[in-house]
């Protein structure tokens, strides 16, 4: 699928099908030539409502606003009608007074995004018959809006939408398959982008590391861990991002077993991953000034003879011990020894992403990101970014009381809090025990347990894995590197 820009008049462009926003309820707009049937047919243009008038090959949409979000979902809804036809092109204007690039960077993604389907486990598989859609600047009042700007507002978009679909095709894949092997294989081709290298780690190097953690999670597996360490390194990178993601390519609970209803889905909990993996991707194609490695701790946890066991102690790579009281939460240690490992990459911004704790998924929902760490700073600088996006996220506090809920009789820490309560708060908490002191003030830990896989449609997102924090911490590493060119 291409998308285009022209700056012809909309009525000029030759196309299957037309898309039109109805703004606000507002069918009276000029854009709207088909007020009586719409009306007529009970569409009212609210949030995300649509209408396709087939004799009249256009396709209306209702959006709240011009927000870059609403354009996002208004567009993804046309897709998602216009995908049941055989149309084959597609046109729309930009609706925008203020800044066009920024409402076509939102069609871009969200034609992206909406056209995403995953079908490699389907017997008959839906071909996508969209081939071209054109954005048309005739609407936008001002005359010296560029096509080069326009364009490169296209290849913006497309290209973090594509980095995001990239690592929803990585945790929807069937365990079976994508597990930490095939992990470091799709890793390694990453390399095929300029400037992109990646090192591979097998058990020897963890052992010769210390990562205590990491190696007892995999004991029960006959699939070898794998740490995949890769780097994205342009010449004269302003600072350096490093981003660690819990790889867990299936999670049964270990000796802990999850109850059936809980264990489906687990596939997802190598979201975070699989963001960091396809966050590399997004910002080298975008060619970003910045220093960025992807670290992802790949293993499973499985069940057997050799599993870990609660009550068995642990020594992390930074020499804590470790208590196991449960081996279900086994994320963190895996992440545990990972974020030790990225400390000795003296990054200028850490960051880690799990799909973490279900507390998460209680405190905030099913659709936002968890976001904890110790500087205030950081952490509104990345939340303002996400707004951008349309990823949404929330703050959850660290303190000292919980803290205390970490305490072992016989270790220096246990992997899981003694209370129920404030269980994603107690897990980021555990992860501050492998962050060295020089870093945590430049280290976030993004919990995506409830945006990562949701088991139904939702705005742009479909059933299954939905990329979480890739959009969000590209839009971020753009707007830094905007501010400081300034």
């Avoid at 820009?5 to 196309?15: D, F, G, R, Y």
């Avoid at 992990?183 to 010769?208: D, H, M, R």
């Avoid at 069940?303 to 963190?332: C, F, H, Q, S, W």
């Avoid at 299954?464 to 905007?482: C, D, F, P, Q, T």
Wanted: negative net charge; aromatic residues 8%.
């Amino acid at each position: 699928m291409k998308i285009e820009i022209s700056n012809k008049k909309i009525s000029e462009v030759a196309a299957d099908i037309k898309i039109v926003f109805v703004v606000n309820k507002d069918l009276d707009h000029k854009s709207v030539e088909d007020k009586e049937t719409l009306e007529f047919l009970g569409f009212k243009g609210e949030g995300e409502e649509a209408c396709l008038l087939a004799d009249k090959k256009t396709v209306y949409v209702g959006i709240d606003s011009l927000d870059a979000d609403e354009i996002r979902l208004g567009a993804s809804k046309a897709i998602n009608v216009i995908k049941s036809t055989t149309a084959k092109s597609i046109k729309i204007g930009t609706y925008s007074d203020d800044c066009p690039g920024v409402n076509i960077k939102a069609m871009s993604e969200a034609f992206i995004l909406g056209s995403y389907s995953y079908q490699n486990y389907k017997s008959k598989k839906k071909p996508l018959n969209i081939e071209t859609i054109t954005i048309c600047t005739d609407d936008y009042s001002r005359p010296d809006v560029s096509m080069q700007s326009a364009q490169k507002a296209i290849k913006v978009g497309t290209t973090i939408a594509e980095a995001t679909n990239f690592s929803k095709n990585l945790v929807n894949e069937i365990p079976y398959e994508m597990h930490s092997l095939k992990l470091e294989e799709i890793a390694k081709s990453l390399e095929s982008i300029p400037n992109v290298t990646c090192k591979a780690y097998g058990k020897e190097f963890l052992e010769e590391q210390g990562m205590g953690a990491f190696l007892a999670v995999n004991r029960a597996s006959h699939i070898p861990p794998r740490l995949l360490h890769v780097v994205y390194k342009p010449s004269n990178a302003k600072e350096k991002f490093v981003y660690v993601g819990k790889g867990l390519t299936y999670d049964t609970g270990g000796l802990s077993l999850k109850p059936g209803d809980y264990m489906v889905s687990m596939k997802s909990d190598m979201g975070g991953g699989a963001a960091v993996l396809g966050i590399l991707k997004g910002a080298a194609e975008l060619e970003l000034p910045y220093e960025i490695h992807a670290i992802v701790g790949a293993t499973e946890n499985a069940i057997g003879p050799e599993a870990y066991k609660p009550d068995d102690v642990l020594t992390a790579k930074n020499g804590t011990t470790i208590e196991v009281r449960n081996t279900d939460a086994e994320g963190r240690l895996v992440l545990a020894d990972c974020l030790a490992y990225a400390c000795e990459q003296k990054p200028d911004y850490l960051i880690d992403m799990a799909t973490l704790t279900g507390a998460c998924v209680v405190a905030l929902g099913d659709y936002t990101t968890g976001v904890m760490g110790h500087s205030s700073e950081l952490k509104h600088s990345l939340m303002k970014s996400a707004n951008k996006s349309g990823e949404l996220t929330g703050t959850l506090p660290f303190n000292r009381y919980l803290k205390k809920l970490l305490k072992s009789s016989i270790a220096d820490v246990s992997n899981i809090s003694s209370s129920r309560y404030g269980g994603a708060i107690t897990a980021g908490m555990f992860l501050d025990n492998f962050v060295e002191d020089e870093y945590k003030d430049k280290w976030l830990h993004l919990d995506i347990a409830g945006p990562a896989y949701v088991e139904k449609d939702w705005g742009y997102n479909q059933c299954g894995a939905s990329g979480a924090g890739v959009r969000m911490n590209l839009y971020w590493m753009i707007e830094k590197s905007k501010e400081e060119d300034k």
